[in-house]
Nanobody
């Protein structure tokens, strides 16, 4: 059974940083393309960043230059380092495989101005 569990969310002021973690079990992280998504109230879900099995990354325009996705295959953990946070980054953040077959429950990020 695949389980993804996010952590690391919280409330920060604009300009601050957070590092989200996603602990994965039931799948071999090194064999999967993984991604971080976010959804703000009343808005569509957005893929923020992805990292493929080889470690190649890509980002939404809104995240480029500020967010970094990474993974530790030995720890079976996916990360999202978020710097220079803006109020518009406020959302529930989810990790999932790129095929969106497996999802965590999410972790809330709130950025105040």
């Amino acid at each position: 059974q695949v389980q993804l569990e996010e952590s690391g969310g919280g409330s920060v002021q604009a300009g601050g940083s957070l590092r989200l973690s996603c602990a994965a079990s039931g799948l071999v992280l090194s064999s999967y393309c993984m991604a971080w998504f976010r959804q703000a109230p009343g808005k569509a879900r957005e893929r923020v960043a992805r990292i493929n099995f080889a470690g190649l990354t890509s980002y939404a325009d809104s995240a480029k230059g500020r967010f970094t996705i990474s993974k530790d295959n030995a720890k079976s953990t996916l990360y999202l380092l978020m710097n220079s946070l803006k109020p518009e980054d406020t959302a529930m953040y989810y990790c999932a495989d790129c095929g969106q077959n497996y999802w965590g429950r999410g972790t809330q990020v709130t950025v105040s101005s």
